[in-house]
């Protein structure tokens, strides 16, 4: 069963980030969320990727490319209090992960871009 809420919250958190509102993005991201890009061993953090994002807001350089999502598979933990979020992309072997938890609200706590052999289960 789907929760509406975690649907709700990751259509805000999208949001804020193609929009570059770090302020929301904060609101949604776990304190120790951090990004994780695979193929380039790099691992980015709040604090930078906020400073990054309003830098760019503020040149008017922040334009992140929709990616053309073929699939999207979420995979609840049995009592509804964790989510792996799996996004498949259309003719691209990169796979978008994200790692959401609920405690009083739901929050990503990691997003990773992984080749598609090595994408994970919960």
């Known amino acids: 069963m789907m929760d509406n809420r975690l649907e709700y919250t990751r259509d805000i958190w999208v949001n804020a980030f193609f929009t570059g509102n770090y302020e ?8 120790h969320f951090k ?8 691992v980015e953090s ?6 990054k994002i309003a830098h760019a807001v503020k040149n008017g350089v922040w334009k992140p ?10 995979e609840f933990n049995r009592d509804q ?3 792996l979020v799996q996004i498949f ?16 609200d739901w929050k990503i ?8 052999e090595n994408s994970a289960r919960l």
């Open 65 to 74: 490319q929709k990616p053309n999502v073929q699939s999207e598979d979420y």
């Open 24 to 31: 929301v993005l904060a609101q949604y991201e776990d304190q």
């Open 89 to 104: 992309l259309e003719n691209e072997s990169t796979v978008i992960q994200e790692k959401w938890i609920f405690q009083e």
């Open 81 to 83: 209090t964790a989510c």
């Open 35 to 42: 990004v994780i890009y695979e193929q380039e061993g790099r």
């Open 46 to 51: 709040n604090f930078t990727r906020y400073e």
């Open 109 to 116: 706590t990691e997003l990773r871009f992984c080749e598609m």
